[in-house]
């Protein structure tokens, strides 16, 4: 008579029946290609920190672009801006630089019942010892 002894499975036998057999779902197939031996344990824990750092790395990457978008899009406008108020200055500077010509004060103090001299301004001299 025989010993009784612990039989060990091969593991290329339990993939050949999977796959040929209808008892392997592809969910199943599909988990043991991603975790490999280690999907008994559960998610391999030593990549977890590297999938931490890109997913940081990514979200930082997002919210820098939103940023500088937002920034570009407030650069734009303030030059807008900048160019409307240069137009308004010029257009001010030239209605001032007109309204302040003789010719024009001298009609608008005419309402006020002013008029022009007619006689040129003369110079009043005073000698050192007059005064």
Excluded: C, W
């Amino acid at each position: 008579m025989k010993k009784n002894t612990f039989k060990i499975k091969d593991k290329k036998q339990n993939k050949g029946k999977a796959s040929s057999g209808g008892s392997g779902s592809i969910f199943s197939r599909f988990d043991k290609s991603i975790a490999g031996a280690s999907s008994e344990n559960g998610l391999p824990v030593k990549y977890l920190p590297y999938v931490l750092f890109f997913v940081a790395m990514g979200i930082f990457y997002i919210g820098n672009s939103h940023y500088s978008d937002k920034t570009t899009r407030k650069i734009d406008k303030l030059h807008q801006e900048v160019e409307d108020l240069r137009a308004d200055y010029t257009t001010l500077k030239s209605e001032y630089m007109f309204a302040s010509k003789q010719s024009e004060v001298a009609k608008r103090v005419k309402k006020l019942g002013l008029k022009e001299s007619e006689e040129p301004p003369y110079k009043i001299v005073v000698e050192k010892g007059e005064y």
